[in-house]
């Protein structure tokens, strides 16, 4: 699987995953919509549907039932584990999420900088445009921002950070369900990320992710410290 192809399955995975753990769609024991409409949902191939489907099985978080369809599973990682996709699940506050992403997004903006494949960066350059169509013509952007915050994740070519994806969307799905008015601020703060990434300005774009976050902050009137 070529690199964007790759990047597109996991991204599927990733929205998949909020929809069982942040949105609460899908609980232990649902059956997953078929193929065709889910993957007509999530904009993509049913071949890239399918490769989703098998990343999510690999990490226990649903399973293929042979002639019945897909279904999520009850969701219990080993402690020995390093998959820490049921912090997804976790009941944290806005600050709590707030500071996570703070700890975690600027550094993986770091190394996507430094890391991102050509077809990585297109990837997020395109979802950058993508949500300033939707914010333009009154859309709602809540799964663009997801995916566009995924993207860069995943050109960090940290394993850790894709398990962090969870709680990165639970975060996005708070500001611009409770505080729309951050995206105002979004859409600037993308495109001179988008900038630093494809130049390969690590430190750039460290300090965009970390203001972008700050507007966050300023947004929801709480104070950083």
């Known amino acids: 699987m070529n690199g964007i192809s790759s990047s ?16 609460e769609r899908f609980r232990t ?10 993957a007509q949902e999530l904009g993509i191939s049913r071949v890239t549907l399918r490769e989703a489907i098998r990343i999510l099985c ?18 219990e990682a ?18 709590d999420l707030l500071e996570i992403r703070m700890m975690v997004e600027p550094s993986a903006s770091y190394y996507a900088a430094k890391r991102a494949t050509r077809e990585e960066v297109e990837v997020i350059r395109s979802l950058s445009l993508k949500l300033e169509e939707q914010v ?21 070519h940290n394993q850790f950070m ?4 969870p709680i990165i969307n639970k975060a996005i799905y708070t500001d611009i369900t409770y505080f729309k008015e951050s995206i105002t601020y979004s859409l600037q703060d993308h495109r001179e990320l988008v900038q630093f990434i ?12 970390q203001l972008h976050i700050l507007h966050a902050y300023q947004i929801s009137n709480l104070n950083f410290e």
């Open 58 to 75: 690999t990490r226990g978080l649903v399973e293929i039932k042979r002639g019945r369809g897909t279904y999520v599973t009850a969701y």
């Open 198 to 209: 494809e130049s390969g300005n690590a430190e750039g774009a460290r300090r965009i992710m």
């Open 8 to 23: 597109l399955s996991e991204q599927a995975a990733s929205q998949i995953m909020d929809m069982i753990l942040v949105e």
């Open 136 to 156: 333009a013509h009154g859309q709602n952007p809540l799964r663009t921002e997801q995916d566009f915050h995924n993207a860069i994740a995943l050109a960090s």
């Open 78 to 95: 080993p402690v020995s584990s390093a998959d820490l996709s049921p912090l997804g699940a976790v009941a944290a506050s806005h600050r």
């Open 29 to 38: 024991g649902d059956k997953l919509p078929n193929e065709m409409e889910l």
């Open 162 to 165: 894709t398990k962090l994806m």
